[in-house]
């Protein structure tokens, strides 16, 4: 037993010892850890202020791939890991896993929130730049680049909503707005182009 350094091996020889417990409490530990390093990761993305939309929302994104790939892990591994946790007595609450899913909503609320920023840019400087020709290419740049942001936003709005499994009020009536702006676009896009 000398040669042992990990505490936790020793105390396995020790009679009576639950070692089994204790290598669950560790892992509900870490899970619970885990769980809470998720919350505090999407609350400091969603309120990350770049001054590029693009990379913003790409960050925005990147965060709810691995949030999702990290939750669908112990989504599949929910009923092995119920059984062994109960098998030593310990009641691990699952529903910690459902709040952060529920919590990608709020990703969703900041990748819109910056398209519909983009939307606001680009109706600003079409009512005031409107009569001066030498803006024209200027404005028709930031109106595609809103366009774009919108279209993402309805898309990984989409992917959110599979996802969390739904939408707050507030985000209901935000995806609305920007589907309702995007299909708006859409229009002045084609009038646009058949002008062209």
Known sequence: MGALEDEGEVLKYIEGWPSAKV???REVAVRYKNFTQMDTKMEAC???RGSDPYEVMDHIAQTMDGIARDLEAYLRTKAEATARYQA???RFKWRLLQ???EKTVLLSKAFSGRALNELAIYQGL???QAGDPTQRRKIGIQFNRAYNCLQK???FGFRVYSFAGG???EMEEMYGVVHAHLQHMAQLREQRLATL
């Open 153 to 155: 936003a309805l898309e």
């Open 88 to 90: 030593v007595g310990i």
């Open 99 to 101: 709040q952060c899913r």
């Open 46 to 48: 969603a309120a990350e």
């Open 126 to 128: 079409a009512q005031s």
């Open 23 to 25: 290598d669950v409490i």
């Open 167 to 169: 939408f707050d009020d």
